[in-house]
């Protein structure tokens, strides 16, 4: 089911524009660019209950600021394309889609109730004329955008994927990057047992099992660190906790 914002939308561009090495995808270049971080605006001021459907109610904010720095900080423009994969109830689309040009943000999500509230936050924020198109997806093998993404961002979505439903995924981004794009995602790294979340599976892999994934579907991953280096403060998890959650980022080779 497609949630476009408004049905007269000029047709968006298939492939980018981009010169190479566009994005950071090297950590020690991405560490030197934080040292000078971009500034965070305030955003919406969303009902922390209407979050609490993408996590932790308290945290919502900080997630928010979270996405919007790590992909400026990792070279995302205005005039890029960004598929947010998982996009929720856009805790982190809403400052994607206010910071790209219009109809330069898509987000797809599995569940209809949380992408409804998603749409009541675009409504509520006075974003509708940047034209976010935001579709509902239940069977990723069967659906095709027709758009090559310049930046695929999937936050907190793999940690919550069985490992079929990660191979679907990841053929999916295949299908879905520019030759130029890539594809920023976290996980997390580890050999603990998998645990629950709003009927998602928690799952810890350790880095070879995503290295193998993500070639099998002709994409080539490196571990650019944990979160909490850029910015991810959870304040529940301990310090060993929060460096199992890595930010992988994918190329196509
Ligand atoms: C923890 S939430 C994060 C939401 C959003 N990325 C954010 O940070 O605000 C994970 C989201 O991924 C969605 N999701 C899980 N599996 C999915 C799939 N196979 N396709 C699309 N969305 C999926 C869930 O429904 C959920 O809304």
């Known amino acids: 089911m497609n949630f476009r914002s408004s049905s007269d ?40 209950e209407r979050h609490s459907k993408a996590g932790p109610a308290d945290l919502w904010e900080m997630k928010r600021n979270f996405q919007i720095s790590f992909l400026r900080n990792i070279g995302l423009k205005p005039e890029h394309q960004l598929l947010d994969f998982g ?16 109809n330069n943000y898509s987000g797809i999500e599995v569940r209809q109730d949380v992408l409804a509230e998603g749409i009541l ?10 034209n976010p198109r935001l579709e509902h997806v239940t069977d990723l093998s069967q659906h095709e955008l027709g758009v090559r993404y310049d930046v695929i961002w999937a936050f907190s979505v793999l940690i919550h994927l ?3 439903v990660l191979r679907e995924v990841l053929d999916f981004v295949g299908r879905h990057l520019s030759k130029k794009g890539v ?16 009927g998602f599976p928690v799952v810890f892999r350790n880095f070879d099992f995503y290295k193998a994934a993500f070639e099998r579907n002709n994409l080539t991953v490196s571990d650019l660190g ?13 310090q060993e906790a929060q460096e199992c959650q890595r930010m992988l980022c994918a190329v196509l080779r």
């Open 226 to 238: 944990h979160l909490q280096e850029f910015g991810h403060f959870h304040p529940r998890l301990s």
């Open 9 to 48: 939308v000029p047709e968006r561009k298939c492939f980018s524009k981009m010169n190479s090495n566009t994005f950071i995808t090297d950590r020690v270049v991405l560490m030197g660019h934080y040292a000078q971080s971009v500034t965070n605006s305030v955003y919406f001021n969303a009902p922390s």
């Open 87 to 102: 996009c929720g109830t856009l805790r982190g689309g809403l400052p994607l889609i206010q910071y790209l040009n219009t």
């Open 183 to 198: 594809f920023y995602a976290n996980v997390n790294v580890g050999t603990q047992p998998d645990g629950s979340w709003q």
């Open 162 to 164: 069985e490992d079929n």
């Open 121 to 130: 936050e675009l409504n509520e924020s006075g974003l509708t004329h940047k």
